[in-house]
């Protein structure tokens, strides 16, 4: 039975891993689409670049955060700004709403990027890591090599993630234990302060 709970874990887990992989890029084969509904070209490139410049620059912010806070909730967090941002994009009535929701999606997804990695090498034991962390290599081929074809098929039925991103929340909200010790937030709220120390 715990193997079971294990394993629908580790494939919720690398699902959201995978829907992080595809939504870095998959605008640029939806970009008709997107100007045919919003005519705004020149603000096209913010799509892509919002979404990584999320992602790229709080990475170093959701290590910290991390390390100090209980990686289930964080990880839950960011798969939480994911999915908003993935809503705001769904929802956008103009290219600026688009572009934000982008950026919201960037941000949860480098902390749900983080958050995989960490959970795996958390929860897992050292002999089992690098078959994990190999699996990661795989998702990231796959959903690079798929983003084409995922994204055309999106341009044409774009309701299809949903379903994946609420197996990929439930199935592991209560499964895993955390490993950080207990903490008041004034001293959590202390050591994030960077600018102080």
């Not at 929860?123 to 994990?132: G, I, N």
């Amino acid at each position: 039975m715990w193997s079971l709970i294990i394993r629908l874990v580790v494939t919720a887990i690398l699902s959201s891993l995978f829907l992080f992989t595809l939504d870095q890029t998959i605008v640029a084969d939806v970009q008709p689409n997107i100007i045919a509904e919003f005519g705004s070209i020149n603000k096209l490139p913010w799509l892509s670049v919002s979404f990584l410049l999320g992602t790229a620059s709080t990475n170093l912010l959701w290590g910290r955060i991390y390390s100090q806070f209980n990686p289930k909730w964080i990880y839950m967090l960011c798969v939480a700004m994911f999915e908003i941002g993935s809503t705001v994009c769904g929802a956008a009535p103009n290219m600026n709403a688009l572009i934000i929701g982008r950026a919201l999606g960037g941000l949860g997804g480098g902390g749900m990027d983080l958050g995989v990695m960490l959970m795996l090498s958390l929860f897992m034991t050292p002999l089992e890591r690098p078959k994990y962390i190999g699996i990661i290599g795989v998702i990231f081929g796959f959903g690079t090599v798929l983003r084409p074809v995922i994204g055309g098929a999106f341009s044409i039925l774009y309701t299809q993630n949903r379903s994946l991103n609420g197996f990929q929340k439930r199935s592991h909200a209560f499964a895993l234990q955390s490993p950080t010790k207990h903490r008041t937030y004034f001293n959590l709220a202390k050591f994030l302060d960077t600018y102080s120390q």
